[in-house]
């Protein structure tokens, strides 16, 4: 059995989870802490009992405890370099969301996982959930004939304070990536092009445009929109979104809480203006863990299985490509291509 001795690199309120479920794995073992407060992982030490030493630097971290993996659960701004140490010094890499602040930090780091032969895998906690699992099985399943349109609306009024309220595009960068990610899942297709309008509305905390609406045309022919606010008051969405799939025979949609569901026309009779639709609930055949430890489990067993992890680096680089064409578009007011 694979013997993983991690180091935790950045101990603020994410950490949590990740721990938790490092503790639970009888194959990994906390080794290290990192904060470039030293004092942030101390007390994150003391709160689960750890009985490790504590660092400001990574790379000293690593010399020093013999760790083979990291997890990156910095800020954004801090990956490229976290990511890209751990690699040089022969380490797996499991970090959160997104890459990094630019496309091309994050191709950046793919290259490095790649020349180092160690994996990097991001964290996309929301492809693993049994309701998504059993959309994407809806959407797959040939029930709606082909798919023509996925659709998402996401409205939410978190009031995180910090990074996220003076970032430039809050809602694209650091949210939307989950929604453009769980897309390509349940269709499995890339992007092709994106159209982008970004604003700011009336009423909100954020610095930058913390609403969008944006239009990508997908590889199988599909096009997909995304129409969502992060400072939406009132009538939220779920955080999963509120999906809706039009298809050559029907429709199938999903509101991110309950279990989805397909509407299939009925043609027996073909004199109807409307046809009538004969409802199909799908409850979905997945039964893996959900949220973090999903996509942790995943992650592990992909080192374990010496292959790429669904949420590898090289397959989030997709939807990353997302994320920075959705910004590029709207800041030059054009169509972008992939």
Not at 87 to 108: I, Q, S, Y
Not at 177 to 188: E, G, M
Request: net charge negative.
């Amino acid at each position: 059995m694979v013997n993983h001795k991690i180091v935790v690199a950045g101990c603020g309120g994410m950490s949590h989870t990740w721990i938790e479920y490092a503790l639970q794995r009888k194959n990994a073992e906390i080794v290290g802490l990192v904060d470039l407060q030293t004092e942030t992982a101390a007390a994150l030490a003391e709160k689960f009992t750890l009985n490790v030493p504590v660092f400001s630097d990574l790379t000293e971290a690593i010399k020093n405890t013999g760790a083979n993996l990291v997890f990156d659960i910095t800020i954004p701004a801090a990956h490229p370099m976290i990511v890209s140490a751990a690699l040089k010094l022969n380490c797996h890499v499991f970090g959160e969301k997104p890459m990094a602040e630019t496309l091309d930090a994050a191709k950046d780091l793919v290259l490095a996982s790649e020349l180092s032969g160690k994996r990097y895998t991001v964290m996309q906690n929301r492809r693993f959930n049994k309701q998504i699992r059993a959309y994407q099985e809806l959407l797959q399943s040939g029930v709606i004939g082909k798919i023509g349109s996925l659709h998402a609306s996401f409205f939410l009024g978190p009031h995180f304070g910090g990074f996220r309220d003076m970032m430039d595009n809050p809602l694209i960068v650091d949210m939307a990536i989950h929604t453009f990610d769980q897309a390509r899942f349940l269709l499995q297709a890339n992007p092709v092009s994106v159209y982008c309008h970004e604003y700011n509305p009336p009423g909100s905390w954020y610095k930058g445009n913390a609403s969008a609406i944006c239009i990508f045309e997908m590889d199988d022919g599909s096009v997909f929109t995304y129409n969502g606010s992060w400072c939406a008051e009132g009538l939220h969405t779920s955080w999963e979104s509120d999906w809706r799939a039009t298809g050559s025979l029907g429709s199938g949609a999903w509101d991110g809480i309950n279990t989805p569901y397909a509407e299939r026309k009925d043609s027996s009779d073909e004199n109807s203006f409307i046809y009538p639709v004969k409802k199909q609930v799908f409850e979905g055949s997945w039964n893996g863990q959900e949220g973090h430890w999903g996509c942790l489990d995943e992650m592990f067993a992909s080192i374990e299985a010496n292959r790429n992890a669904e949420t590898d680096c090289r397959d989030n680089l997709k939807s990353m490509m997302m994320v920075f064409g959705a910004v590029e578009s709207s800041k030059k007011g054009e169509k972008i291509h992939f």
